[in-house]
């Protein structure tokens, strides 16, 4: 544990989910005082799987309010059964809710955008 970089590996984990082509998502699950020798901050993190469009769910076993939990934004408490459930179908519901879109070529994913057309399009599919 004195020497886990969970920032660095909620990194890789987001680009190993974007290169997998499918419904996505990371989940970090935390206790109250996690230890991180990560190089990244959890908010540079944060940002760069937001620009990859890599959502991130962070779950806690402990106070969402302790320094190390809330440096991550965010965090959901898990600390019951009730609480895990709630939480494990608002993510199951988020990546059904996900769609994947082929497009032809290499292109970075923050790069595209839908034009107006195609933003209706799939507003109605929601």
Do not use: C
């Amino acid at each position: 544990p004195e020497r886990q970089r969970l920032a660095d590996a909620v990194a890789v984990a987001g680009l190993q989910a974007l290169r997998a082509n499918h419904r996505r998502a990371v989940l970090l699950v935390l206790s109250e005082n996690p230890l991180d020798r990560s190089h990244s901050s959890p908010a540079l993190v944060r940002r760069y799987l937001e620009s990859i469009r890599v959502p991130l769910y962070v779950w806690t076993l402990g106070d969402p309010a302790a320094p190390a939990v809330a440096a991550w934004g965010d965090a959901e408490p898990v600390s019951t059964l009730g609480k895990m459930s709630k939480a494990f179908r608002r993510l199951k519901k988020d990546l059904d809710d996900q769609r994947l879109l082929w497009v032809d070529g290499r292109h970075l994913p923050q790069t595209l955008e839908l034009t107006p057309a195609a933003a209706a399009v799939v507003e109605s599919v929601r």
